[in-house]
């Protein structure tokens, strides 16, 4: 270390010939001693500097990982892992009619298009996953929903239903009545097959609320989500959503 710092060997790294020896000869070759240099000694400058150095190197990677951590974009193998263990927090009234809770449910429900996203067709192969259709002017790639947005969107259709129980989209007879039961539907499976094994706690014996879950990073998901997306979907299904506009409302 000492001589990768001494510009009187910079030019004698190459080899590395126990060019230590020669940092203890000075210009007249005799040699140097510098425990008896007075004042603050050259070497304990060079001791400082290389400590300091040594922070920097330490130190700078750690803080930038920190401070990047949300901006990095996860690759799929890092979205699969369940992460910390964590509570539940009780957001009851987010689901009560309001337009600000509307606009935080689509926040959670939708990156820009829904969950839609685009993948290559080499990206798909290499992940053993199904085909499924190609955008028109793209036959490379495929076109996928990742599961937790139809999901969510689904429970958004069944918060809708249970705030607005007279609206007639959602009336036996209604476009909306079997859509809201899919969505039941749906969302059962979904739970059984993500079946969550957290053991909850209570402390009257009625309320079973506390305890830890393990989840997966949804931030990440929706980076994920945002940076693969399908920003031709719309356009795709616009003949087939016609008027069913309640659905853009949620
Ligand atoms: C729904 O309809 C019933 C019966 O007509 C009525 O009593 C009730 O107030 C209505 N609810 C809402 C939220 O409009
Ligand atoms: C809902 O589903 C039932 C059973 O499949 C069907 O008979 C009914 O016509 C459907 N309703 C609408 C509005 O599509
Ligand atoms: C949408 O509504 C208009 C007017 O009610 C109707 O003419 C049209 O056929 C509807 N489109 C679809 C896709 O249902």
Same mark, same amino acid.
């Given at each position: 270390?000492?001589? =990768?710092?001494?510009?009187?060997?910079?030019?004698?790294?190459?080899?590395?010939?126990?060019?230590?020896?020669?940092? *203890?000869?000075?210009?007249?070759?005799?040699?140097?001693?510098?425990?008896?240099?007075?004042?603050?000694? $050259?070497?304990?400058?060079? !001791?400082?500097?290389?400590?300091? =150095?040594?922070?920097?190197?330490?130190?700078?990677?750690?803080?930038?990982?920190? !401070?990047?951590?949300? $901006?990095?974009?996860?690759? *799929?193998?890092?979205?699969?892992? !369940?992460?910390?263990?964590?509570?539940?927090?009780?957001?009851?009234?987010?689901?009560?009619?309001?337009?600000?809770?509307?606009?935080?449910?689509?926040?959670?429900?939708?990156?820009?298009?829904? @969950?839609?996203?685009?993948?290559?067709?080499?990206?798909? #192969? #290499?992940?053993?996953?199904?085909?499924?259709?190609?955008?028109?002017?793209?036959?490379?790639?495929?076109? !996928?929903?990742?599961?937790?947005?139809?999901?969510? *969107? %689904?429970?958004?259709?069944?918060?809708?239903?249970?705030?607005?129980?007279?609206?007639?989209?959602?009336?036996?007879?209604?476009? @909306?009545?079997?859509?809201?039961?899919? %969505?039941?539907?749906?969302?059962?499976?979904?739970?059984?097959?993500?079946?969550?094994? $957290?053991? #909850?706690?209570?402390?009257?014996?009625?309320?079973?609320?506390?305890?830890?879950?393990? %989840?997966?990073? =949804?931030? #990440?998901?929706?980076?994920?989500?945002?940076?693969?997306? =399908?920003? @031709?979907?719309?356009?795709?299904?616009?003949?087939?959503?016609?008027?069913?506009?309640?659905?853009?409302?949620?």
């Amino acid at each position: 270390m000492k001589n =990768f710092l001494s510009p009187r060997n910079s030019s004698k790294l190459e080899g590395y010939n126990y060019a230590a020896l020669e940092d *203890h000869i000075d210009e007249h070759g005799e040699p140097r001693d510098r425990l008896k240099q007075p004042g603050i000694p $050259a070497a304990l400058w060079k !001791y400082l500097m290389v400590v300091q =150095f040594a922070n920097l190197l330490i130190f700078c990677p750690i803080i930038w990982l920190i !401070y990047m951590r949300g $901006a990095i974009l996860p690759s *799929h193998e890092t979205l699969l892992r !369940y992460g910390q263990r964590t509570t539940f927090e009780n957001k009851q009234e987010s689901v009560f009619p309001s337009t600000e809770n509307d606009h935080w449910w689509r926040s959670i429900t939708y990156t820009e298009d829904g @969950g839609v996203v685009r993948l290559s067709k080499d990206w798909i #192969a #290499a992940h053993s996953i199904p085909e499924s259709a190609s955008p028109p002017d793209d036959p490379n790639s495929g076109i !996928y929903q990742i599961s937790v947005f139809h999901q969510l *969107h %689904c429970l958004g259709i069944i918060r809708q239903r249970l705030n607005d129980p007279n609206n007639s989209y959602f009336a036996p007879s209604g476009v @909306g009545f079997n859509h809201s039961m899919h %969505c039941v539907d749906m969302i059962r499976q979904s739970l059984t097959c993500n079946a969550d094994l $957290a053991l #909850a706690t209570t402390e009257d014996f009625y309320d079973f609320d506390g305890g830890w879950h393990r %989840c997966r990073d =949804f931030g #990440a998901i929706q980076r994920w989500a945002k940076k693969n997306r =399908f920003a @031709g979907h719309g356009e795709l299904i616009k003949d087939r959503l016609g008027n069913l506009t309640i659905e853009d409302g949620n």
